[in-house]
């Protein structure tokens, strides 16, 4: 049987799968513990607000992976940029061309949107993730260290903010 694959817009009736699909990465990434997101939150973000998008790869009908992506803006260029926030495919669909296929079609999306780049993060140690990312012709940018504040932190600076408008 020659299997059939595509990659499509995700549907407010795919918020189940995204949501199984962010367990799934986050298991794989060692961060489980990190997940605070629900379906609802995928539901209101994605789907109502539209603070990020989703594109559902399947093979043969069924739903085997996602990508989750929004758009941001670099100041030196002077235009939007697509920042892809996660791209997972069931560890048993890879090595078919599945992720370069979903790549291909986030890069048409960046193109056709007049993004001027489509950025993305990858943990040092996903070695296997690294090769496919730089066969694909991308840059590493090793010279820049990505922060974050979250919880406390970021209440506590939000805090001070308001300290200083009384």
């Known amino acids: 049987m020659t299997e059939t694959f595509c990659v499509r817009p995700a549907k407010e009736e795919d918020a189940d799968f995204?949501?199984?699909?962010?367990?799934?990465i986050a298991a794989y990434e060692r961060m489980s513990n990190e997940v605070t997101?629900?379906?609802?939150?995928?539901?209101?973000?994605?789907f109502q607000r539209k603070s990020a998008y989703a594109l559902i790869a399947q093979e043969n009908?069924?739903?085997i992976g996602?990508?989750?992506y929004f758009f941001h803006?670099?100041?030196?260029?002077?235009?939007?940029?697509l920042y892809l926030e996660d791209v997972f495919l069931r560890p048993q669909y890879r090595g078919k061309g599945y992720?370069?296929?979903?790549?291909?079609?986030?890069?048409r999306i960046a193109v056709e949107q007049g993004c001027g780049r489509m950025e993305w993060s990858c943990l040092n140690w996903n070695q296997p993730s690294i090769a496919f990312y730089l066969g694909l012709g991308?840059?590493?940018m090793d010279e820049w260290t990505v922060y974050r504040l979250t919880g406390d932190s970021l209440n506590k600076l939000?805090?001070?903010r308001n300290e200083h408008r009384n």
Do not use: N
Not at 39 to 45: A, Q, T
Not at 99 to 107: D, H, I, N, T, V
């Open 158 to 160: 939000a805090e001070r």
């Open 18 to 24: 995204i949501f199984t699909m962010i367990q799934e």
């Open 99 to 107: 992720g370069s296929q979903m790549l291909q079609e986030l890069a």
């Open 66 to 68: 996602f990508a989750l």
């Open 73 to 81: 803006f670099s100041t030196f260029q002077g235009r939007r940029g």
């Open 138 to 140: 991308a840059k590493p």
């Open 37 to 46: 997101a629900t379906r609802e939150d995928i539901v209101r973000e994605v």
């Open 61 to 63: 009908g069924v739903s």
